[in-house]
């Protein structure tokens, strides 16, 4: 969310208005065909409405490795915004 409070969209698209993300169910239906086989122990979730709430999540196994992925998402999430 920038200063003025409003959501900017790094990819395009409106923002404001609930809409479906093909990109992103499809995101989620990988990680969730994956869990069901039983290849992911743990999870940490981020998700960001249309209005611009955060909504975080983290359950199963934790790891240091986790950090460290975590660390390259905030990574990749502050250079997508500095590049808007």
């Known amino acids: 969310m920038t200063e003025d409070g409003k959501v ?10 609930p809409e479906v993300r093909p990109h992103v169910v499809e995101v989620l239906e990988e990680a969730l ?16 409405d249309p209005s611009g709430l955060v909504d975080w999540r983290l359950t199963g196994a934790i790891s240091f490795g986790m ?3 975590l660390s390259c998402v905030h ?7 500095n590049d808007a």
């Open 67 to 69: 950090v460290g992925g």
């Open 33 to 48: 065909e994956r869990a069901r086989s039983g290849d992911v122990a743990g999870i940490a979730l981020v998700t960001l």
């Open 8 to 17: 900017h969209s790094l990819f395009g698209g409106p923002t404001g208005v």
């Open 75 to 81: 990574q990749q999430v502050v250079g997508d915004m």
